[in-house]
């Protein structure tokens, strides 16, 4: 209470003597500047209290502080997010090589040679596709059987037991696995 008393009797001692200053002047033509700059002086001294409050204990300065560091948090939970995402991504990259790896050793099994091996995989870690491409070649003593089915499409013995393999471990349907067979 008692600084509001003292901040009153600071405006009113203020006002007393601008209106004295102002009397005493020689020439009204300086009234304007005098009356100008009093203003001035007069809006800061209306201010000092709550100046006083901002400023009081670097207040201003712990509110920036403040509302920086929960920006800066912002930014690493967003970082943090980002990593996780890129290392979830990784992941499921480096499953779809490992996999493409084991089905390809199926398909040597199968006597087949491999030229190119995809695997995609579903965000839950699903397999969503296997892509062969393989091709048959004939070695020395070896005859690779083909298949001619009623509408003209060539079958491969190997090629179906490849399939069937991929369908029986990795527990998919034929429709997730395209094996595309090069002849020569």
């Given at each position: 209470?008692?600084?509001?008393?003292?901040?009153?009797?600071?405006?009113?001692?203020?006002?007393?003597?601008?209106?004295?200053?102002?009397?005493?002047?020689?020439?009204?033509?300086?009234?304007?500047?005098?009356?100008?700059?009093?203003?001035?002086?007069?809006?800061?001294?209306?201010?000092?209290?709550?100046?006083?409050?901002?400023?009081?204990?670097?207040?201003?300065?712990?509110?920036?502080?403040?509302?920086?560091?929960?920006?800066?948090?912002?930014?690493?939970?967003l970082d943090v997010?980002?990593?996780?995402?890129?290392?979830?991504?990784?992941?499921?990259?480096?499953?779809?090589?490992?996999?493409?790896?084991?089905?390809?050793?199926?398909?040597?099994?199968?006597?087949?040679?491999?030229e190119e091996a995809?695997?995609?995989?579903?965000?839950?870690?699903?397999?969503?596709?296997?892509?062969?491409?393989?091709?048959?070649?004939?070695?020395?003593?070896?005859?690779?059987?083909?298949?001619?089915?009623?509408?003209?499409?060539?079958?491969?013995?190997?090629?179906?037991?490849?399939?069937?393999?991929?369908?029986?471990?990795?527990?998919?349907?034929?429709?997730?696995?395209?094996?595309?067979?090069?002849?020569?």
């Open positions: 209470m008692e600084a509001i008393y003292g901040w009153v009797k600071n405006i009113v001692v203020f006002y007393i003597l601008m209106t004295a200053v102002l009397h005493l002047l020689p020439k009204s033509s300086y009234q304007k500047y005098v009356r100008f700059f009093g203003g001035l002086l007069l809006v800061v001294m209306l201010l000092t209290p709550l100046l006083e409050f901002l400023f009081k204990e670097d207040y201003l300065f712990n509110q920036i502080s403040y509302e920086a560091f929960w920006q800066q948090a912002d930014t690493v939970k997010e980002g990593m996780e995402e890129f290392q979830r991504r990784a992941y499921l990259s480096e499953y779809e090589r490992a996999i493409a790896g084991d089905v390809a050793l199926l398909a040597q099994e199968e006597e087949l040679a491999v995809s695997v995609t995989l579903n965000e839950d870690y699903s397999l969503a596709l296997v892509a062969l491409t393989v091709r048959l070649t004939e070695g020395e003593g070896m005859h690779i059987e083909k298949i001619t089915l009623g509408d003209n499409s060539r079958e491969y013995p190997q090629v179906m037991k490849l399939k069937e393999k991929i369908m029986d471990f990795y527990e998919v349907t034929d429709r997730q696995i395209r094996i595309t067979v090069k002849e020569g």
